[in-house]
């Protein structure tokens, strides 16, 4: 049975025997006696201990192993190394790395570890990410930032790029993070070096003067930094709460558009989803996803890690999400490229179909998905909507326009129907116009015009259109019904409707078929009646009536009744 001591390193308890803690008393001051009590000093020491902290707590294994005991000691001191190592090879080493130096003009040779991806805060321009990654790839920052240039100006995605970066890497704050960016073992001699090259940098910059200005700047620095810092926690509230509700917000999108694709409709559709099949939306609808998540999760992570103090995201985790976030862009871009390049080629199919001469053609508009249980049957098979049970909706569209063109007067009338869609090759773009259901039904005098066509085949969309052109003889007698005059065109129904007395009761108009095209059969009101309508409404609005045939006016003007009255002479 050994006895344990508690000890706080880097403000966590260990547990270690008693030993182990002789051992790494006797470590820690031979490290003191080296480095001196000085206020420079004080920072190494710190790193040091943290260095420690972190080594023994990889070592802790809980309900396993929660005590320190010797040979972990022993194992750390052999990794950091001890200061008798160094100090009695200091000179010469020192004097082997000079004439190293000045045989090969180049510097001695450091051993590296494995580096870790982290900002540099003592080389940044803006949040160091760049000297971090030259630090990682071993190259220099200036051609990291060069090619982070080169991505803004051909695109705007280095920005981007940047920014998930700034969130995902974290800071190099201590010395042995600075180490492990570099690639450098954290020892006690590597400590000493950075330490070093820091006092030297330090002395060699500022005078004694220069340090008490410094020390003044940083302590009126802390004084605004504590006012904007204030400022800043407000800002990043708002960032986080906005953070948080376009998550929010785009996962109930997602779910939504899911919800569509799986056959759950409901209003939330995004529009461009459409030109995709089932499948390729899925895929694509889960890239846009990833694509704006991502960098809202990213900013949500880091600003709550900022106001509540939590732990550094995962590393791998954090490339992960930058590698899917890259995979969603690049999948983005594939199925817009791909989308567009199946509107390429266009195709027209034109069918003609004869109909029957009448002395007065009746036009009107049947709404195929209203169907009279009457007529139920034979409107479907004449309409061609059998679709075995699936739904109509997503088979109807309504871009049809129907024009009228004139033919000479002892011709035979008839239908031209133009079948138009896009596809990726024009056999392609063809075979999509082919299946194109449209057609008009003649039922004695009237043509009834389905308000939709269908396409077969499960097609896609693809900008299908039907174009009708009616050609009838000069002289035919034309009627307008009111439910067919959106789709017609060159013609303004609503024109003629007017020349009608009872326009607003109107529920169809006549038409002629002239060598110019239709013209409205009924002629425009006389000038007189217009005029007369205009000046009773004008009356209307100043509260002016008058009866001509007793000579009689009466007006209100301002709270005044003035009754005027002129008998006609015998």
């Not at 705007?156 to 010395?175: D, F, K, N, Q």
């Not at 569509?260 to 939306?281: H, M, Q």
């Amino acid at each position: 049975m050994n006895r344990t001591i508690i000890i706080n390193i880097n403000s966590i308890v260990f547990h270690i025997e008693e030993d182990a803690y002789d051992t790494l008393r006797s470590y820690m001051i031979d490290i003191k006696k080296h480095f001196g009590n000085t206020a420079e000093s004080k920072e190494i020491l710190e790193d040091i201990e943290n260095r420690i902290a972190e080594m023994f707590n990889e070592r802790i294994q809980t309900g396993r192993k929660e005590v320190i005991n010797l040979d972990d000691v022993q194992q750390v001191i052999e990794q950091m190394g001890r200061v008798s190592d160094f100090e009695e090879s200091e000179g010469t080493t020192l004097e082997e790395d000079v004439g190293h130096e000045q045989r090969t003009g180049q510097a001695p040779h450091v051993e590296y570890v494995g580096k870790k991806l982290m900002r540099d805060p003592d080389d940044k321009m803006l949040g160091g990410v760049c000297s971090g990654l030259a630090h990682y790839f071993g190259i220099e920052p200036i051609w990291i930032r060069i090619l982070l240039v080169l991505f803004f100006l051909l695109g705007g995605s280095g920005v981007l790029a940047y920014i998930i970066l700034w969130i995902v890497m974290p800071i190099a704050e201590t010395r042995a993070d600075k180490m492990a960016m570099r690639g450098e073992e954290p020892n006690l001699q590597n400590f000493k070096k950075s330490f070093d090259e820091e006092t030297k940098s330090f002395s060699e910059t500022f005078s004694g003067t220069g340090e008490r200005i410094g020390r003044g700047a940083r302590t009126a620095g802390n004084l605004l930094s504590g006012c904007f810092g204030l400022i800043g926690k407000m800002i990043a509230w708002i960032m986080l709460i906005f953070a948080g509700l376009n998550l929010l917000g785009l996962f109930i999108v997602y779910v939504f558009n899911m919800m569509n694709f799986f056959g759950l409709e409901n209003p939330i559709f995004f529009p461009p989803l459409k030109v995709l099949s089932t499948n390729e939306g899925v895929i694509a609808l889960t890239f846009g996803f990833l694509a704006i998540a991502i960098p809202f999760f990213a900013l949500f992570f880091w600003l709550t890690r900022i106001l509540f103090k939590t732990d550094k995201l995962n590393s791998y985790l954090s490339l992960t999400m930058f590698a899917a976030w890259i995979v969603s862009i690049v999948g983005i871009v594939y199925y817009c490229i791909a989308a567009s390049q199946d509107f390429r080629e266009k195709s027209t199919i034109n069918v003609q179909k004869s109909i029957q001469p009448q002395e007065i053609y009746y036009f009107t508009e049947k709404d195929i998905r209203v169907l009279d249980a009457s007529e139920q049957d034979s409107l479907k098979s004449k309409f061609n909507i059998q679709l075995d049970g699936q739904d109509l909706r997503n088979y109807l569209h309504r871009d049809i326009s129907i024009y009228f063109e004139n033919i000479d007067s002892l011709s035979q009338p008839y239908i031209q129907y133009s079948y138009s869609a896009k596809g990726k090759t024009y056999q392609l773009a063809s075979e999509r116009a082919h299946n194109i259901v449209y057609e008009a039904i003649q039922e004695d005098k009237t043509l009834l015009f389905p308000s939709h066509f269908l396409l077969k085949k499960n097609a896609l969309d693809r900008d299908q259109q039907v174009t009708v052109t009616v050609y009838l003889p000069q002289g035919a007698k034309v009627v307008l019904q009111q439910e067919i005059e959106h789709k017609i065109r060159d013609i303004s129904y609503w024109e003629c409707r007017n020349n009608y007395p009872n326009e607003n009761q109107q529920k169809y108009t006549e038409w002629t078929m002239t060598n110019a095209g239709l013209r409205c059969a009924q002629p425009p009101k006389p000038k007189e009646e217009e005029e007369e309508k205009e000046i009773v409404e004008s009356e209307k609005k100043d509260s002016v009536i008058r009866i001509d045939g007793s000579n009689v006016t009466i007006e209100v003007k301002d709270n005044n009744v003035k009754i005027n009255t002129k008998k006609e002479e015998s």
